[in-house]
């Protein structure tokens, strides 16, 4: 690793955490802006009461007191502070609890993704313009216009109310296999075209024509040259796509009841647990920041030809 990559990663690495500053900076005085308070709920809460409970969680200091304390504990003690509404736990704790079903149905929807979109864009680019290239692109669009919400309930319906095969509950046993359907379908459509597309330029390629020129076996011209140069823009989008696919999963883990981050995220926001609201888009968003940091790093391993700046 030369001095210029060594440099590159320094650099990416500083502008990841100053991104992640920004963010935690703007979601803290966004909420804080936001009418109304947590406490607004509490049955018959009297003025004293409120502020009682203001003085308890450290609400009744000043905004930028508050903000120098808050990112203090995320930094010192990766501590989001306590949860409002779930009493007696901490924001950590519920994120931590929660991320054990959303990052293993994530990792599962991503390998799926990736292994399927990668065979179906090779066979599609291999047979172009056959009926089976035809009905890749037909499926591929289709599950990549459709919004992740519709093709969980499209399913939902066709194999828990139709069909009775799935359970509705993501908690239940086997439940977890539709979510992890409807998280991997965009995704491997989007790696089936992007493999397609990439592989039909490579195919291109004079290099290819040599090979063939010289009478390289076909399959090793295949896996050995053209998949191989054609997976540059999969890895490029495989670290970002990882990230999507959890922080898309808080609509679907709703729509399943899977007990994962998604489904706290969306009880926060109706419950204005505003500090597990501030975790959780703090945590996803630097999950986000980080898969694209090692995707760009990534890229560079894969294909030293390329010059960073």
């Known amino acids: 690793m030369n001095s210029k990559t060594v440099a590159y990663i320094i650099k990416r690495i500083i502008l990841a955490?100053?991104?992640?500053?920004?963010?935690?900076?703007?979601?803290?005085?966004?909420?804080?802006?936001?009418?109304?308070?947590?406490?607004?709920?509490?049955?018959?809460i009297s003025e004293a009461a409120q502020k009682a409970l203001e003085a308890k969680y450290g609400l009744d200091k000043p905004l930028f007191v508050q903000y120098v304390t808050y990112l203090k504990d995320i930094v010192t003690k990766f501590d989001f502070g306590p949860s409002l509404k779930q009493r007696g736990r901490t924001v950590t704790d519920v994120i931590f609890d929660g991320m054990k079903t959303s990052a293993f149905i994530g990792l599962v929807a991503a390998v799926i993704a990736l292994i399927s979109g990668i065979v179906l864009g090779a066979v599609a680019a291999l047979r172009r313009n056959t009926i089976m290239d035809r009905i890749v692109m037909v499926l591929t669009t289709a599950f990549v216009s459709m919004p992740g919400f519709i093709m969980g309930s499209l399913l939902l319906i066709l194999f828990t109310v139709k069909f009775h095969i799935f359970p509705a509950n993501g908690a239940a046993s086997g439940g977890l296999i539709l979510p992890?359907?409807?998280?991997?379908?965009?995704?491997?459509?989007?790696?089936?075209?992007?493999?397609?597309s990439s592989m039909l330029d490579v195919l291109g390629q004079d290099y290819i024509r040599t090979a063939k020129a010289k009478g390289v076996p076909y399959l090793k011209i295949i896996f050995g040259h053209a998949l191989k140069n054609s997976l540059l823009p999969v890895i490029t989008y495989f670290g970002p796509m990882l990230a999507y696919i959890v922080t898309g999963s808080l609509v679907v883990e709703q729509i399943f009841a899977v007990p994962g981050i998604g489904r706290a995220f969306i009880t926060s926001i109706t419950g204005r647990d505003y500090p597990m609201i501030m975790g959780t888009t703090i945590i996803l968003a630097t999950l986000i920041v980080i898969m694209n940091l090692v995707s760009d790093i990534m890229y560079k391993i894969v294909d030293p030809r390329i010059t960073l700046e």
Request: hydrophobic letters at 55%.
């Open 17 to 44: 955490i100053v991104t992640v500053w920004v963010v935690i900076t703007v979601t803290f005085f966004v909420m804080h802006a936001v009418p109304g308070g947590p406490f607004l709920g509490e049955k018959a």
């Open 180 to 196: 992890i359907i409807t998280l991997s379908l965009s995704p491997m459509a989007y790696i089936t075209r992007l493999t397609r």
